[in-house]
């Protein structure tokens, strides 16, 4: 059983940076494919970056060269450092978790195993 546990959300201002983490217990991280989606108010949940079993990595375009993932397989933590936030980064942030891809990895059908959320706010 994959338990995920995020940490590091937070209220900044805009143009600030936040870094986000995730416990990972239960399987070797080395074995699934990590994901960090959000939820903005009203919104449905959304893709934000995806880090591969195989190393490749792959961003929402509005998140591109701002947020950067990285995983540590040793310490079993996918970290997200998030610099230059806007506003419309607020949202609920979750970390998710899959061993295996089938469509699309934008999709959060995919992923099988949720963390419960961190928030981050981010005023103007």
């Known amino acids: 059983q994959v338990q995920l546990v995020e940490s590091g959300g937070g209220e900044v201002q805009a143009g600030a940076s936040l870094r986000l983490s995730c416990a990972v217990t239960g399987r070797p991280i080395s074995t699934l494919h990590m994901a960090w989606f959000r939820q903005r108010p009203g919104k449905e949940r959304e893709f934000v970056v995806l880090?591969?079993?195989?190393?490749?990595?792959q961003y929402a375009e509005y998140v591109k060269g701002r947020f950067t993932i990285s995983r540590d397989n040793v310490n079993l933590m996918v970290s997200l450092q998030m610099n230059s936030l806007k506003p419309e980064d607020t949202a609920v942030y979750y970390c998710a978790a899959t061993q295996s891809l089938k469509r699309t990895y934008v999709s959060p059908d995919e992923y099988n195993n949720w963390g419960q959320g961190t928030q981050v706010t981010v005023s103007s």
């Open positions: 880090s591969g079993i195989g190393g490749s990595t």
